[in-house]
């Protein structure tokens, strides 16, 4: 069983940085590429950012690029998601998850409960 638990989620204002970490609990986690989803009040979820097994292809949002940054450590057995020049529009709910490649991330079968993350203006 593939278990995933985030932190590091918090309250920060605008133009400030959080760093999120997502552990895995798995015999190898190189046999999944990671992802990274949030979900604001109201809306949908939504892809963020993933990483493949490896870390050479790594896949932003539009709206997240140039501020965040995707990392992964196999050896800990973790995915980290660094967030810099937040605005308040990034409030959310983020999600970490493992899936068998960056193309299908959307499709992964194994999520994180998710850690809240809140910009104030």
């Known amino acids: 069983q593939v278990r995933l638990v985030e932190s590091g989620g918090g309250v920060v204002q605008a133009g400030g940085s959080l760093k999120l970490s997502c552990a895995v609990s798995?015999?190898?986690?190189?046999?999944?590429?990671m992802g990274w989803f949030r979900q604001a009040p109201g809306q949908e979820r939504e892809l963020v950012g993933a990483?493949?097994?490896?870390?050479?292809?790594?896949e932003y949002a539009d709206s997240v690029k140039g501020r965040f940054t995707i990392s992964r450590d196999n050896a800990r057995k973790t995915a980290t998601l660094q967030m810099d020049s937040l605005t308040p529009e990034d409030t959310g709910v983020y999600y970490c998850?493992?899936?068998?490649?960056?193309?299908?991330?959307?499709?992964?079968?194994?999520w994180g409960q998710g850690t809240q993350v809140t910009v104030s203006s």
């Open positions: 990483i493949s097994w490896d870390g050479r292809t790594i």
């Open positions: 798995v015999r190898t986690l190189t046999s999944y590429a």
């Open positions: 998850a493992a899936g068998y490649a960056v193309s299908v991330i959307q499709k992964a079968p194994y």
